[in-house]
């Protein structure tokens, strides 16, 4: 599997353990983002990374920011991406099998370093459960990227 790989600066001190991780797991790791502590905006940084899964150049994408709220704010703007946050492993697995998330988000300040292994291997370890509940579900999933807001007046 390829996975990129983006952090911003408040997820940079963890980003090179989550690399680590998936490179144990036998994974290829495509790097993106901040290359140390110096700000850089999150959402510059979920697009970089985002963009090689939709191009197929990655399976999947891990974004690492602070709370983990910047950055699945961030993917969820972003069409054909799903990302869920998991600062524990069962979350890493659930939101593969069950919503077909492709992006995960982990805060750095928030998610115990003891976890982060498990939560990569969870995560890239999930399938999708691809029964008719799920489809229906993604399906919806996927529709709410066509909304427009709607204005009075």
Not at 26 to 44: N, Y
Not at 91 to 96: E, G, K, L
Not at 131 to 144: E, Y
Request: hydrophobic share 45%; proline share 6%.
């Amino acid at each position: 599997m390829i996975v990129a790989v983006g952090a911003d600066h408040a997820g940079f001190p963890v980003k090179q353990r989550v690399i680590d991780a998936i490179e144990r797991l036998g994974h290829t790791v495509i790097e993106r983002g901040a290359l140390s502590t110096e700000p850089v905006d999150f959402p510059d940084v979920t697009q970089e990374t985002c963009t090689p899964v939709l191009d197929g150049t990655a399976d999947r994408a891990v974004l690492v920011c602070g709370t983990g709220a910047g950055a699945i704010m961030a993917a969820n703007k972003i069409p054909g991406i799903r990302c869920g946050l998991a600062n524990e492993p069962y979350s890493a697995h659930q939101m593969v099998e069950h919503d077909d998330a492709n992006a995960l988000a982990l805060g750095a300040w928030l998610v115990p370093p003891a976890f982060i292994d498990e939560i990569v291997e969870q995560f890239l370890a999930a399938t999708f459960d691809d029964d008719d509940d799920t489809r229906r579900r993604v399906g919806k999933l996927n529709a709410l990227d066509k909304l427009r807001p709607a204005f009075a007046g």
